[in-house]
């Protein structure tokens, strides 16, 4: 028990704690390392950001990062480490306009998977919304979806079964994301066949992200838009696992 005890209030080892430890903290037994330390966690913050550092504009694409900070406990977890964000509160007046709508159709842009997007709801399409989201069990129709522009995304998801998950960071408006299974030359319609369908509306700026499955090659939607007729800037991650 002396023993013990001794090792516990050695000299120089006081603030030490084991779930610091695990999650990379170190030790802050001087002021002089407990600033190495800060300083060294905000450079693999920033190292570890998906969002570009300088400003953003519409349509820019990069690899997705994931967050490697996290402390995953068992049975905690079951999907991929959630990605950076993709975009930062203080880059929400580096663009006005989404830009183009490519197409075909309703489509502005393709998306893959790994990648990250960065979008403007303004200058989009208005074809999806509240009635559209209820008919095809997207979502009850609890929230204002009939104002404001969207933007959609096209994605091809790989052969094999696959789980997809898209994630809508949107610090800059309150805006909503929806995952729709749908393959055709002309987007979805009130009088289509929609078999696949879903979003998790959150209020605010929180994160949004949707989980699907994926069997074989499959074509996906991904719609952004905004409750009642708010729009903004945000960032888009797709990240696709095997099932």
């Known amino acids: 028990m002396l ?11 006081t603030g030490n704690n084991p779930l610091d430890m695990i999650r990379g903290g170190g030790s802050s037994s001087s002021s002089s390392s407990s600033s190495s330390s800060s300083s060294a966690s905000a450079e693999g913050d920033k190292a570890g950001s998906a969002a570009p550092q300088g400003p953003i ?7 997705a990062k994931e967050k490697s900070h996290l ?7 079951t999907g991929p480490t959630p990605p950076a964000p993709g975009i930062t509160r203080k880059q929400c007046g580096d663009i006005t306009d989404g830009g183009p709508v490519k197409g075909p159709d309703c489509i502005t842009d393709e998306i893959s ?11 989009g399409v208005n074809r999806f919304n509240t009635r559209f989201y209820e008919k095809f069990f997207c979502s009850p129709a609890t929230t204002n979806h009939n104002g404001g522009d969207e933007r959609v995304y096209h994605l091809v998801a790989p052969p094999g079964k696959k789980r997809l998950w898209v994630t809508l960071d949107t610090p800059c408006a309150d805006l909503d994301l929806a995952v729709i299974r749908w393959q055709g030359s002309k987007c979805p ?3 289509s066949n929609v078999q696949d ?14 989980d699907m499955t994926s069997t074989g090659t499959s074509d ?19 990240q696709c696992v095997d099932w």
């Not at 504009?57 to 690899?63: L, V, Y």
């Not at 369908?197 to 949707?210: A, Q, S």
């Not at 996906?220 to 905004?226: A, D, F, P, S, T």
Request: with cysteine.
């Open 71 to 77: 402390l995953i406990l068992p049975g905690k977890t």
């Open 189 to 191: 319609s009130l009088d």
């Open 220 to 238: 996906w939607l991904i719609v952004v838009e905004g409750k009642d007729d708010q729009e903004g800037a945000f960032a888009v991650t797709v």
């Open 113 to 123: 998977c790994g990648q990250t997007i960065i979008g403007h709801t303004k200058g």
């Open 57 to 63: 504009k519409a349509g820019e694409t990069f690899k």
């Open 3 to 13: 023993l013990l005890l001794s090792l516990v209030f050695l000299p120089g080892c």
């Open 197 to 210: 369908c879903d979003m998790w509306p959150k209020p605010g700026n929180k994160r949004e992200v949707v």
